[in-house]
């Protein structure tokens, strides 16, 4: 099985920034594509950023692209959810997901259902 968990989170002002970090458990995290989400109060679920398993290849939801990087670190076992120029908007429970099934080439997993294992969360609040 796979854990993951999450750090980082915390309270920011606007404008500023914050770097999550997953670290996961296991002896495949090489094999597994990576991604993050996020949940506001009230909200669904929504997908926020991916990464293929060489960490190539990344995938953003639009409101977030330029301010935020995923990237992660094999040898560490570790995705990280760089959040630069945060907005009071971006305020919500920050989730790391694994998926471990693997899939189609090029295909980006953007789904709740592309992923395997989740970690706890981690709160991010952005204050205005």
């Known amino acids: 099985q796979v854990q993951l968990v999450e750090s980082g989170g915390g309270l920011v002002q606007a404008g500023g920034s914050l770097r999550l970090s997953c670290a996961a458990s296991g002896r495949t995290f090489s094999r597994y594509a990576m991604g993050w989400f996020r949940q506001a109060p009230g909200k669904e679920r929504e997908f926020v950023a991916t990464i293929t398993t060489s960490g190539i290849n990344t995938y953003y939801k639009d409101s977030v692209k330029g301010r935020f990087t995923i990237s992660r670190d094999n040898a560490k076992m570790t995705v990280y959810l760089q959040m630069n120029s945060l907005k009071p908007e971006d305020t919500a429970v920050y989730y790391c997901?694994?998926?471990?099934?693997?899939?189609?080439?090029?295909?980006?997993?953007?789904?709740?259902?592309?992923?395997?294992?989740w970690g706890q969360g981690t709160q991010v609040t952005v204050s205005s």
């Open positions: 997901a694994a998926n471990a099934r693997g899939g189609t080439p090029g295909y980006y997993y953007t789904s709740n259902y592309d992923y395997d294992y």
